[in-house]
Nanobody, 125 residues
Framework: HVQLVESGGGSVQAGGSLRLSCGVSGYAYYRNCMAWFRRAPGKQREAVAVIYDAAVMTWYSDSVKGRFAISRDSAKNTVDLQMNSLKPEDTATYYC???????????????????WGQGTQVTVS
């Protein structure tokens, strides 16, 4: 049973920064494909950033490219999302997700993520 626990959400003014962290525990085998998604009120869930293994490959949505950075600390079993230059449109509940990809190109924002965290709220005003 894989458990993902997000932390680091909160309220911040536009232009500010937040760092989200996702703790991964209880996995029987290595989840090499990790992602951050978000869902804003009244909108569909969207992928924000994806990382394969220890940053062998990363992907960002156009809306956050250049502002957000995903990273992984395998020793601590965490996946972080550094969010800079935050905008009101970044307001959403952010979710961590995990999957096993057979190779780096299979680690995509549209792959089947089987494990999800409970979410952490980010509010930008």
């Amino acid at each position: 049973h894989v458990q993902l626990v997000e932390s680091g959400g909160g309220s911040v003014q536009a232009g500010g920064s937040l760092r989200l962290s996702c703790g991964v525990s209880g996995y029987a085998y290595y989840r090499n494909c990790m992602a951050w998604f978000r869902r804003a009120p009244g909108k569909q869930r969207e992928a924000v950033a994806v990382i394969y293994d220890a940053a062998v490959m990363t992907w960002y949505s156009d809306s956050v490219k250049g502002r957000f950075a995903i990273s992984r600390d395998s020793a601590k079993n965490t996946v972080d999302l550094q969010m800079n230059s935050l905008k009101p449109e970044d307001t959403a509940t952010y979710y961590c997700a995990a999957a096993v990809a057979p190779y780096s190109r299979a680690c995509r924002p549209d792959m089947d993520y089987r494990d999800w965290g409970q979410g952490t709220q980010v509010t930008v005003s």
